[in-house]
């Protein structure tokens, strides 16, 4: 038996499309027993659930509340379309949000996952000199005050309320922590001359003292490196 024939019995295995007895017969029993042999596949599934039910909490809600079966549904499609192809649950778990969107799932469910994976990758995003690990979404639904609000405790049921909302997502690039912001006009065009550094007809009608005053908050928010902010003020 080669190590390739031994990994391919093991994906089977941990993506559920063969029992424990099944892979024996190509690998050969193990010294452990069958029934233990098969608590992989059991440890990786509450792994890869764990990780839905962490990094998705209140989208899950929301779908519970609107439709509980279907949403059993989807989190056990998801994860057999998305059967370990990484080490990371999280990882695994990230794709989710498309899943959703894909399979029809309401808007607001949807809004909600986009804002939870956001969230994630602006945490975990390599620190830049440019506006890499920025992120701005545009919501149908007050994502943001729902997540929150599940994430306290002080919501168990029930969906966001439909209320358009446009936000930064950032990291404190001090304290690493995340930085939540309503953007003015003035911030997103800041933000468009960090990326192309070039005042041009194409922007907003912005008056460049509020763009300065934006480079000010931003800075105070650390939110962007000193190199970004003194490529925009020399444009000012």
């Known amino acids: 038996m080669t190590l390739d024939t031994f990994f391919a019995e093991m994906a089977e295995l941990l993506a559920g499309r063969k029992t424990a007895a099944q892979c024996e017969t190509v690998l050969g029993r193990s010294p452990s027993g069958t029934e233990r042999f098969g608590v992989y596949a ?10 839905l039910e962490s990094l998705y909490r209140a989208a899950l809600v929301a779908s519970a509340s609107w439709h509980r079966a279907r949403t059993g549904e989807m989190r056990a499609g998801y994860l057999q379309t998305e059967a ?26 949807v809004e909600l996952a986009d804002y939870a994976r956001t969230r994630h990758e602006v945490l975990r995003a390599p620190a830049s000199d440019g506006i890499g690990g920025l992120a701005v979404r545009h919501y149908t639904h007050a994502v943001h005050e729902f997540t929150l609000a599940v994430e306290r405790g002080d919501t168990t049921a029930g969906r966001p309320a439909a209320a358009p909302s446009t936000w930064l997502f950032g990291r404190h690039r001090d304290t690493a922590k995340l930085v939540m912001v309503v953007p003015s006009l003035a911030i997103l065009v800041a933000l468009q001359l960090v990326e192309e550094p070039v005042w041009s007809t194409e922007l907003p009608q912005v008056d460049r003292g509020e763009v300065a005053a934006a480079l000010a908050f931003l800075e105070e928010h650390a939110l962007l490196s000193q190199i970004a902010l003194h490529r925009v003020r020399e444009l000012l």
């Open 42 to 51: 059991k440890l990786v599934d509450r792994q890869q659930q764990g990780a």
């Open 84 to 109: 370990p192809a990484h080490w990371s649950p999280t990882v695994v778990a990230l794709r989710f949000a498309d899943y959703l969107e894909a399979h029809d799932a309401p808007t607001d469910v």
